[in-house]
């Protein structure tokens, strides 16, 4: 039995499939696609997989990714194929690959959030700020505020017909700060706009490199 | 719609996954290459239309066609709704996300009287005119079939035309026939008259109702060529009926998110209360090795692990035990689960049972009806007391501790000591429960009984009966009550209003066509959500109308003519007199695999049981 992680984009349409509904997804989708994944045993067996890092209601993304284990004999190519076939329009593949790291190295996700503004400098402003205050809830169900301008890496805003926000923020097991509590934040200050999409693109380590 | 509309359209929508479709197996196709577009509707919401067995075999049975492309619709819910009229949007199909409107035949299901009003405000919603009379040309063809097809006539003023019976083949005689009228640019009266002539197509157009001086229905008229009854359709060979080879698999998660595989359609039992049992008659078997096949394809091509057998009763399948062998000789190698819904546990050997791993050990629920022997005898509900008991005490041993019991109060010739029965019923099982020697230690049992108030419906032996005063009911409610001694008994009845409502529904006329209108003109829809339901408008609206809602619930005599008279479903109406008076002697009626009784639906042929 070997480790392999599916890499998938998550587009379109694809975008309003919950987590949840991801997961009863990919039971079907694996057993259609007939690779031979490692099942759970027991009453109810059912194929074991995991999500590297599960994505919120209303993202696309360019890099996702599931882990699981094969029983057997299949290529890589073979099973990225198979899944190929089963996978709707909207959730092109991009390959399978032998787990490199373990799901804990995963610190970083990197982010695009295409915005409609008409005051480009408000959200410049925004950023450019000594502190930025967010609500975030503990794992407790408390709300915390707390100060993530350290947290947010290579933040940039460019404008090709509608602005785009690119930033990297941390992403794992540890500690995750998702883009929306921050978009949230600064409707909060009254920032003025409208989100047209925001779009995990890639899953990344502590150096900032790839995860695969 | 682009993307991005649709995208602000649900940004504040709850499940999104509700409208946007894109599932597997869904159907797209390009629209310019296409005759007949036809819109699907389900007037209720996604999770509950998309577990629906009919649409999925229309859908496909539409999609095959390669001149049509058949889409789906569903009522939106409240927040998408909202958000509709808020972005001055039109109520769109999921597959193109165009508007209702562009459609050419817009066809509902009816499979329950209280989505009346959201098949108005649907229409409403999707920018089409309500009343039939309204809209002149051949476009946004209004069409309805399914159970409540049987008595149409409250919403005779908004659909232009009603299938009777089995959907398979009359649907695609329709869409056919009105592709060759659109292509020869007929007129709507040109096509419907046509239509008529269709075995199963009811066309209320062409029948003028004329009512008595007390309301009832005098005469019911046909027009030029229309047949004076008009026969439901039925298929006559299960085997050789299409059958989709796919299902569209929703991401979200739906009422049945499982491959139903159906074996039989109509049912030997023959209770006098089940209009199902009645309007889907004859029964019909599916043969074993083509139920296995299509449930394989079926489980392949969805990716499902669920294979849910269904029909009225499904034990009384004839080969039910080699039919559960034949699907476990491949379901346990796919991983699939087989699951029997509406099983009698008593029928089955224990050995199968067990190999069934969906039969769940949280609860059990049972179907007696009535409590009393002399009231299951009325309704022809063969079951006796020793029966429920046996299942119990099996289900007991097999480590069940909650059982579910449902009856029904308000059925003709009912006594208080009938009430009495339910709870001394009740009362046996609890008893029971604790004179298992094996029972787990600590827990306790619950025997949760739920009372609906009985509904009397059009094409059974119990038409005639007055639905129940609303004294009556409350009374018995209070008995109920206070009979009840045990606290593992918990009780619930049904909504009262919810009841009054498909009751007057159910055996309506015409004339409550301006009621349904006016009372979604004062904002009534999701009627069969509690939550939802208003019962005060719906008041006004009669009172508006001057339409007396208790004139609906009354008893009717035998030779009254019955505002369905004029539809025809095999069942005789003198099988079913025959039937209502054996009820009042509390005689029973076999079941047709004992003998057959005569009940007129062998007339369209295909009955697996009547004797030839
Ligand atoms: S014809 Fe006879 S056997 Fe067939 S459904 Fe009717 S009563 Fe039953």
């Known amino acids: 039995m070997r480790n392999v992680r599916l890499f998938y984009q998550k587009k379109g349409n694809a975008k309003y499939i919950s987590h949840l509904d991801m997961n009863r997804f990919m039971m079907r989708a694996v057993k259609r696609s007939g690779v031979p994944v490692w099942y759970t045993e027991g009453f109810n067996p059912h194929p074991f997989i995991t999500f590297t890092m599960p994505l919120s209601l209303g993202f696309e993304t360019n890099y996702d990714s599931i882990e699981f284990k094969i029983e057997g004999e299949m290529t890589n190519e073979e099973i990225a194929e198979r899944f190929r076939n089963v996978f709707p329009a909207t959730m092109p593949v991009i390959g399978v690959k032998d787990c490199v790291l373990k799901s804990k190295e995963l610190k970083y996700a990197s982010f695009t959030i295409t915005l409609q503004a008409a005051d480009r400098e408000a959200i410049n402003a925004y950023f450019e700020k000594d502190e930025i205050i967010v609500s975030k809830k503990t794992k407790k169900g408390t709300i915390n505020q707390i100060d993530i301008k350290e947290k947010i890496h290579n933040l940039s805003l460019t404008e090709n017909g509608a602005l785009r926000l690119y930033m990297v923020l941390p992403a794992g097991s540890e500690e995750n700060l998702n883009p929306a509590v921050i978009l949230d934040a600064m409707k909060l200050q009254a920032v003025q706009f409208t989100i047209v999409g925001i779009s995990r693109n890639e899953l990344l380590d502590k150096d900032f490199n790839l995860f695969e | ?612």
């Open chain 2, 1 to 612: 719609m682009t993307d991005l509309e649709f995208s602000k359209l649900v940004e504040n929508v709850q499940k999104p996954g509700r409208y946007a479709g894109g599932e597997l197996n869904s159907v797209l196709k390009d629209k310019q290459q296409i005759a007949v577009r036809f819109a699907f509707c389900f007037p209720d919401i996604y999770e509950i239309g998309m577990s629906h067995l009919g649409m999925k075999i229309l859908y496909s049975l539409l999609n095959e066609l390669d001149y049509c492309w058949c889409e789906r619709v569903f009522a939106p819910f409240t927040d998408m709704e909202a958000s509709l009229r808020e972005n001055n949007r039109a109520l769109f199909a999921i597959e193109s996300r165009d508007d209702l409107s562009e459609f050419d035949i817009i066809g509902f299901t009816l499979q329950y009287e209280l989505s009346y009003t959201n098949i108005l405000n649907m229409l409403a919603l999707g920018n089409v005119l309500l009343l039939s009379a309204d809209r002149a040309g051949l476009h946004q063809l209004v069409i309805a079939g399914g159970p409540c097809a049987c008595n149409p006539e409250p919403l005779c003023d908004f659909v232009d035309l009603f299938v009777l019976g089995e959907g398979e083949e009359v649907t695609a005689e329709l869409v056919s026939l009105y592709r060759q009228h659109k292509l020869n640019a007929s007129t709507k009266d040109e096509f419907l008259a046509a239509a008529a002539a269709i075995e199963g197509v009811y066309v209320p157009s062409l029948y003028l109702v004329k009512y008595r001086e007390d309301f009832s229905v005098e005469s019911v008229a046909p027009r030029d060529s229309a047949p004076a009854k008009v026969r439901k359709r039925i298929i006559k060979n299960l085997d050789k009926v299409f059958y989709p080879d796919r299902f569209v698999v929703p991401y979200m998660e739906i009422v049945h998110d499982r491959v139903i595989q159906e074996i039989f359609r109509g049912c030997i039992r023959g209770c006098r209360f089940c209009q199902a049992g009645m309007i889907y008659r004859p029964v019909r078997e599916k043969n074993l090795d083509i139920v296995s096949q299509q449930a394989k394809c079926l489980c392949d091509t969805t990716g499902y692990d669920e294979v849910s057998l269904s029909s009225l009763s499904t034990s009384d399948y004839s080969a039910l035990e080699p039919l559960v062998d034949k699907l476990l000789s491949w379901s346990e190698q796919d991983k699939v689960s087989i699951s029997l819904p509406s099983l009698r546990i008593d029928s089955f050997s224990p050995q199968l049972l067990d190999k069934i791993s969906k039969v769940r050990k949280s609860g059990l629920t049972f179907a007696p009806e009535a409590g009393t022997q002399r009231m299951r005898n009325v309704i022809n509900k063969n079951i006796s007391e020793e029966e429920i008991i046996n299942t119990c005490k099996t289900a007991f041993a097999g480590g069940y501790i909650n059982i579910k019991l449902y009856f029904m109060m308000g059925l003709p010739y009912e006594t208080m000591e009938d009430i009495e029965g339910i709870i001394d019923l009740s009362q046996r099982v609890v008893d029971l429960y604790y004179q298992n020697p094996d029972k787990p230690k600590g827990k306790s049992v619950q025997v949760s009984i739920s009372v609906s108030t009985f509904v009397p419906k059009p094409f059974t032996p119990f038409q005639w009966a007055a639905f129940d005063s609303a004294e009556s009911i409350k009374a018995k409610q209070q008995h109920l009550l206070s009979y009840t001694k045990s606290k593992k008994i918990k009780i619930s009845f049904s909504d009262k209003e919810t009841s009054f409502l498909e009751a007057v529904l159910a055996r309506g006329d015409r004339r409550l066509g301006a009621v349904l209108l006016k009372a979604f003109s004062l904002g009534c829809k999701m009627d069969g959500w509690d939550e939802f339901l208003d019962f005060e408008k719906w008041m006004e609206a009669f009172a508006a109308c001057g339409v007396d809602p208790l004139f609906y619930l009354r008893k009717r005599e035998y030779d009254e003519r019955l505002p369905w008279d004029h539809l025809d479903y095999y069942v005789t109406k003198g099988f079913l007199q025959r039937e209502d008076e054996k009820a009042a002697m509390e005689a029973v009626t076999e079941n047709c695999r004992q003998r057959c009784s005569g009940c007129g639906a062998d007339q369209g042929g295909g009955c697996s049981f009547e004797k030839r």
